[in-house]
């Protein structure tokens, strides 16, 4: 099978750019969503909590379960309410109170313009009722901002919506919560943090996605994606490759199969309009379920090495080509 490494030293990088942001290292919060956005949970984990971070984000309890030894503390975005040591679950509607057992830790997500998850501004009055009748501990206010990485004035909208809330909920009588709203795009564009945490996802693993137009802070791609020799043959001008036949040979070429496809969750893309691989070589014909053909013989190919750009090439975001990689795939620290 196709394998991944993943590079310690670049991921130490771009968690020190972050730092330099915050002010300090015990102020981030690792995201670790979606089996680390592809990257491996637990290794990334392992990494950040050896790097020094004390706090982390996940999807769910299950995911909690995995790395919660590592950590001082845990949020968990959704799912199933399971209680688990050093761990809050974020709270992204009313109804949910009512389902949190007693005496867990929460933390109140309010909606400040995102219309995805989170308490409506005009329900947190009520939400805080809620949460004092099933006995629970407030631990953390949040929200998300949804044009963080454009220009305009909505980033600064949001946050004036959130210190409105955050005012609310002091006033209400709630002390010792932790405050957070900033993603990787905030953090980036940041001039002052004074907030508790910064929640950082694509950041820590090496992508920039802000506009050109704010202050660059370089970040270090972590992970690179390569597939191993299958087969190799000869094929004469004329003959065709793979399903359709889309790729006719143009000269006598060397053609090697490599084992990566979509079953590995490798985009299928166009082959009307190939991939180009991190060392140049265009995909020929289709991209099969756990196969490509390129022109080499090498017993190893570099397919991705930076996310951003590979992502250009099938018009879509970082975020979509690393998260789809499966879990199966080798990862290996270097």
Known sequence: MAFITLNRENFYHNLNQIALKTGSVDKIAIVLKDNAYGHGIETMAKMASDFGIKHAVVRDHREAAQINRLFDTVLILGGEFVSLSHCSYAINDLKSIA?????TQVELKVDTGMHRNGIAMDEVDEALLLIRKHDLYLTGLMTHYRSADMQGSELFWQQKQFEIVCQAVKKAGFSDFRIHSHNSAAILRSKHFDEDLVRVGIAAYGYNELDNAFDDVTLKPVLKLHARKVSTRTLKRGKRIGYGGTFTAPKEMHVSTYDLGYGDGWCRGDSDHPYVT??????????????????TDKDEVCIMSDAQQAARQFDTISYEMTTALSSE????II
């Open 99 to 103: 389902m949190i057992p007693k005496g």
């Open 278 to 295: 991190a060392e140049g070589l265009p995909i020929l014909g289709r991209v099969s379920m756990d196969f490509i053909s390129l022109e």
């Open 329 to 332: 795939i080798e990862r290996i």
